[in-house]
């Protein structure tokens, strides 16, 4: 049996695929499954931002074939972990849980760094060097993300 993962963010376009992409690079797609969604209807059905897939693309992950879609309750069932990219998302999340089996599936992506910040910035508004950052923040916490679930 598979263990199953989603990373989500807002609009799934920016971060989330970014962390599908670095975790399904790191485990074995045979013994895990990862994907994606967004608490926000937006981008529905799209690639996710040029400039994440640039900088995927800049180390080796290929995301461009992935597309947009929105989180919802049933995600719940199909997902042994659910990781937020921040605390906003994190609660839009968790607002949609039945219980509290539910909710303990659902961590924030950097809960075990060791940053005070807990949160992975969006990187929309801004330029290549935030989507740079967000990399690098992301690649980090999928490493310990994918000892932890490899391990368990």
Same mark, same amino acid.
């Given at each position: 049996?598979?263990?199953?993962?989603?990373?989500?963010?807002?609009?799934?376009?920016?971060?989330?695929?970014?962390?599908?992409?670095?975790?399904?690079?790191? %485990?074995?797609?045979? *013994?895990? %499954?990862v994907d994606s969604a967004g608490t926000a209807s937006y981008h529905i059905g799209k690639k #996710?931002?040029?400039?994440?897939? *640039?900088? =995927?693309?800049?180390?080796?992950?290929?995301?461009?074939?992935?597309?947009?879609?929105?989180?919802? =309750?049933?995600?719940?069932?199909?997902?042994?972990?659910i990781y937020a990219m921040d605390k906003s998302n994190y609660r839009n999340i968790i607002a949609?849980?039945? &219980?509290?089996?539910?909710?303990?599936?659902? &961590?924030?992506?950097?809960?075990?760094? &060791?940053?005070? &910040?807990?949160?992975?910035?969006? #990187?929309?508004y801004g330029g290549e060097d935030g989507f740079e950052e967000v990399f690098h923040l992301i690649? *980090?916490?999928?490493?310990?993300? =994918?000892?932890?679930?490899?391990?368990?």
């Amino acid at each position: 049996m598979r263990t199953k993962v989603l990373m989500v963010c807002l609009g799934n376009i920016c971060r989330s695929p970014l962390a599908e992409g670095i975790l399904k690079n790191k %485990l074995d797609n045979n *013994s895990f %499954l990862v994907d994606s969604a967004g608490t926000a209807s937006y981008h529905i059905g799209k690639k #996710p931002d040029s400039r994440s897939i *640039s900088i =995927a693309k800049k180390y080796g992950i290929d995301i461009s074939q992935q597309r947009c879609r929105q989180f919802s =309750a049933k995600d719940f069932e199909e997902f042994d972990l659910i990781y937020a990219m921040d605390k906003s998302n994190y609660r839009n999340i968790i607002a949609l849980a039945k &219980n509290e089996y539910e909710i303990a599936k659902v &961590n924030l992506l950097l809960h075990r760094s &060791n940053l005070t &910040n807990k949160e992975i910035p969006d #990187p929309y508004y801004g330029g290549e060097d935030g989507f740079e950052e967000v990399f690098h923040l992301i690649d *980090s916490a999928c490493d310990l993300i =994918a000892q932890d679930i490899i391990h368990n």
